[in-house]
C-alpha cells in the first residue's frame, strides 16, 4: 500500500504539500498524503528501510480510490510493513467508516486494527460495531474477495442486511468474539445474545446469514418471543428461519423444549412455525432420550411423535402418532390418571372464556384402550368405579374438563369395577 522508498520518509518527515504520492510497488493503493502539520523525524534502520513519526496531524487517500484518512500523529515502520495511526483515528473506504483511539494499517494484507473506543459502520447495510478493538480486512482485488470483520472482548453490534428498508429493526449482537464476513454472514462466539423487539436469543456460540434468511444457535441454546408472545424454545442446537427479515421458523434439536403460557411439549427434537411472531403449528418427535410429550394445564399426550396445531399461539389440537396416549393429569406418573391410548390419538381443544384452551374430546384409533374412573350420581363424594374398555376406536367427549361420555367402535370388550362403599344405616 505505502511504497518503501526513502523519498517517502524524507517527504512525509518535513511536512508534505497536498497531492505528494507514494509510486513504488504494485499495490492496491498508492498513498496519496494530502496535509500534515507539526514536525516529525525519520530513522534509518538499514537495507533501505526507514521508519518515520510525525505529529501535528496527518491527512492522506489513496490515489484513485475514495479511501480516506486522518490522525493526530502516525508511526510508519518500512521494515514491518506497518502504518500505525495515534489519536482522534478517522478511516473510510468504499465499504465502512471507522473511528477509533488508535489504529494500525498493515499495509501488505490490507488489514487495518484498531483500538480504543473502536466504531464502524458499514455503508451498505448501516450495521454498526461498537466495541474496544476490532480487526478489519479489506476487500482487494488479488488479496481477498470479501470483507472480513473480527471483533473481541464483547462487542455490541447493530446487524442489518442490505435488504432491510430504510428505518428497519436492527439485530444487537453481543458475545465474547464476532466475525463478519461481507454484508450478510456473522458468526459469534461466547454467550452469545440477539436480540430485536420479536425475539431474544442466547447460546454459546450463533450464525446468522441475513442473505438466505437463516440463523444457528449452538450450545445452550434458547430462543423466546417478544414479550407479547410468551413462548421459549430451547435445546443443544436451535436453528431458525427469516423472511423479510421476520421469525417464520423455529426448531430445537437436543432435549428440546417448547413452552407457552398454557401448554409444553418436550422431545428430542421439536420445530414451529411462527407467525405474527406468534408460535403456530409444529411437531416433536425422537426418542433418544425422552417420549415426546405434550402437557397442557389439565393433560399430557405422549406418542413417538406429535404434530400441534396452535393458531395464533392457542393450542386448538395435538396428534399423537405411534403408542400414544392421552391422560387427564398433568403428571403423566400418576397412576390414577384417567387415560385413552392407541396407534393413534387425537386431543381437540376449544377455546375457554379467557381465550385460551379447553378439552374437548380424545379419538384413539387403533389397538384403542382406555382406563376412566366414573362417580356414581348415588355416591359422587365417595370412591369411583373403574372402568377399562377395548375397541378399533374410542372417543371420549369432555366439559369443562370432565369427561362425560365414552363411545366404543368395533370389536370391543371391557372391564366395570364397582368400588366397595360403605353401606348407609
Known amino acids: 500500500m505505502i511504497g518503501r522508498r526513502v ?6 518527515a518535513a511536512g508534505v504539500l497536498p497531492g505528494a504520492a507514494v509510486a513504488q510497488a504494485p499495490r492496491a493503493c498508492f498513498v496519496v498524503v494530502d496535509r500534515t502539520g507539526g514536525q516529525g523525524r525519520q530513522v534509518d534502520v538499514g537495507g533501505g528501510y526507514y521508519r518515520v513519526f510525525q505529529g501535528g496531524g496527518i491527512w492522506a487517500h489513496c490515489r484513485g480510490q475514495d479511501t480516506r484518512w486522518y490522525s493526530d500523529s502516525v508511526a510508519w515502520y518500512q521494515d514491518f510493513d506497518r502504518f500505525d495511526m495515534i489519536g482522534n483515528v478517522r478511516f473510510e473506504d468504499a465499504t465502512v467508516e471507522l473511528t477509533s483511539e488508535r489504529a494500525a494499517y498493515f499495509l501488505s494484507d490490507e488489514r487495518l486494527d484498531a483500538n480504543g473506543n473502536a466504531h464502524l459502520r458499514n455503508r451498505a447495510t448501516g450495521s454498526v460495531l461498537r466495541g474496544p478493538t ?28 442490505e435488504r432491510d428498508t430504510a428505518g428497519a429493526e436492527p439485530y444487537i ?56 408472545a410468551g ?41 414451529f412455525d411462527v407467525r405474527d411472531d406468534r408460535i403456530q403449528a409444529g411437531q416433536a418427535w425422537g426418542v433418544d432420550s425422552v417420549q415426546p410429550r405434550a402437557t397442557s394445564t389439565s393433560n399430557t399426550i405422549t406418542a413417538d411423535s406429535l404434530a400441534i396445531d396452535a393458531p395464533g399461539q392457542v393450542l386448538r389440537e395435538v396428534r399423537g402418532i405411534g403408542d400414544a396416549r392421552a391422560m387427564s393429569l398433568r403428571d403423566s406418573l400418576d397412576t390414577d390418571a384417567d387415560w385413552v391410548a392407541g396407534d393413534t390419538v387425537v386431543a381437540a381443544f376449544g377455546a375457554a372464556d379467557d381465550g385460551g384452551s379447553l378439552l ?15 362417580y356414581p350420581e348415588t355416591a359422587p363424594e365417595g370412591p369411583p368405579d373403574l372402568s377399562y374398555s377395548r375397541g378399533d376406536r374410542i372417543t371420549a367427549l369432555f366439559a369443562d374438563n370432565q369427561l362425560v361420555r365414552v363411545d366404543i367402535v368395533g370389536a370391543s370388550d371391557g372391564v366395570y369395577l364397582e368400588a366397595q362403599r360403605r353401606r348407609q344405616p
Open 7 to 12: 523519498c517517502l520518509a524524507a517527504v512525509v
Open 134 to 161: 476490532l480487526t478489519y480486512y479489506r476487500r482487494v482485488a488479488g488479496i481477498r474477495d470479501t470483507t472480513l470483520l473480527t471483533a473481541v472482548r464483547r462487542p455490541t453490534i447493530e446487524y442489518r442486511s
Open 360 to 374: 374437548g374430546g380424545i379419538v384413539a384409533v387403533g389397538r384403542a384402550r382406555a382406563r376412566y374412573r366414573i
Open 231 to 271: 413462548y421459549t424454545l430451547a435445546g443443544r442446537d436451535v436453528q431458525f428461519r427469516l423472511v423479510l427479515q421476520s421469525l417464520t421458523w423455529v426448531r430445537a434439536e437436543g432435549d428440546a423444549s417448547a413452552v407457552s403460557a398454557e401448554w409444553q411439549v418436550t422431545a428430542d427434537t421439536v420445530a
Open 173 to 228: 449482537i453481543i458475545a465474547d468474539r464476532v466475525q463478519f464476513r461481507g454484508n450478510s454472514a456473522a458468526s459469534a462466539w461466547g454467550t452469545v445474545t440477539i436480540d430485536r423487539s420479536d425475539f431474544h436469543a442466547v447460546s454459546d456460540s450463533a450464525t446468522l446469514d441475513t442473505e438466505v434468511g437463516a440463523g444457528r444457535l449452538m450450545s445452550r441454546a434458547q430462543i423466546t418471543g417478544g414479550d407479547s
